[in-house]
């Protein structure tokens, strides 16, 4: 474990067994039905990875920046998406994030979606943070709910870094205060 890290909430085994199920239960719930996972860049990029392939049929990928962190650790309390133009007419949406805390990126991210005439959208989190929640949103599937902590690893960054550690760790309050 590197120093900046106070303790590994979720390890690497843990994250593996349950996206594991998670896929899985994706599968089963469409069935014949085509998937379009789209990223939520970056937090999302090692858990996207990992999820579609645990779901044992072809799936559509796309990606997409959004962000409503400014480098700290409090949420800006406005979301950036990029402009970039995602075709999701007639495609059953997943929307796949890595943490939902305030919930706006993702009250914004459906906002901006549901006019683009999908067949269906749903909404899967690694991980859910309910207690640090202002706007409330519907989650289709959840990894794990976590405490109201600063997390990071497996996708998730303070200021950029720690995105590339294979487990999900609490940060130590010295590195952000
Ligand atoms: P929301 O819009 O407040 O729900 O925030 C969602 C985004 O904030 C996530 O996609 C993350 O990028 C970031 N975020 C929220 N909590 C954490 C955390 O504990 N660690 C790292 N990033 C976080
Ligand atoms: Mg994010």
Redesign the pocket.
Known sequence: MINEIEKVLITKEELKERIAQLGQEIYNDYLDEPIFALC?L???FVFFADLVRNIDKPVEVAFLH????FGG?E?AGH?KIDEHMVDVTGKNLIII????????????LKEQFKDKSPKSIKICTL?D?PD????P?DVDYVGFV?PD????GYG???DQKFRNLPYIGV?KREVYS
């Open positions: 939520i970056r937090g999302s959004a962000a409503s962190y650790t949420s979301v994030e890595d943490i939902v805390d305030s919930g706006r990126t993702l009250a914004a991980l943070k640090r929640r202002v706007v949103v976590v902590e600063f997390v990071v998730l960054d303070y940060l």
